[in-house]
């Protein structure tokens, strides 16, 4: 089930997603069979993906096991980690982004 939070972050995955024509339509085409909320999932998971410059094999923090990561996967399970203390869904599209926020609210 997904909190509001979580709801929040995939909205705003999708709304940024939509920016980029072809993603667009990839996405329109994604929604004619499967739910929104693996659709959304799919835009979060891209965008973070574009935002942290990840490799091909590396997980984002989206869908990273933060708790028994893969070795190549330390770093998504660290960020998803402090995202998680922070108040921060793990599919926020921009976890850097919304780290610094956060973190800058605090001090």
Not at 47 to 64: G, I, K, M, S
Not at 94 to 107: V, Y
């Amino acid at each position: 089930m997904l909190t509001k939070i979580d709801r929040d972050a995939l909205e705003l995955a999708m709304k940024l997603i939509r920016k980029n024509p072809g993603r667009a339509e990839q996405i329109d085409f994604k929604l004619r069979d499967e739910p929104w909320r693996k659709v959304a999932m799919f835009a979060a998971h891209v965008l973070q993906f574009e935002a942290l410059h990840l490799l091909p094999w590396h997980e984002t923090p989206a869908f990273v096991d933060e708790d028994n990561p893969p070795e190549r996967d330390r770093e998504a399970a660290k960020l998803c980690r402090r995202m998680l203390a922070l108040g921060i869904s793990r599919f926020h599209p921009d976890p850097l982004r919304a780290l610094e926020a956060a973190e800058a609210a605090l001090r």
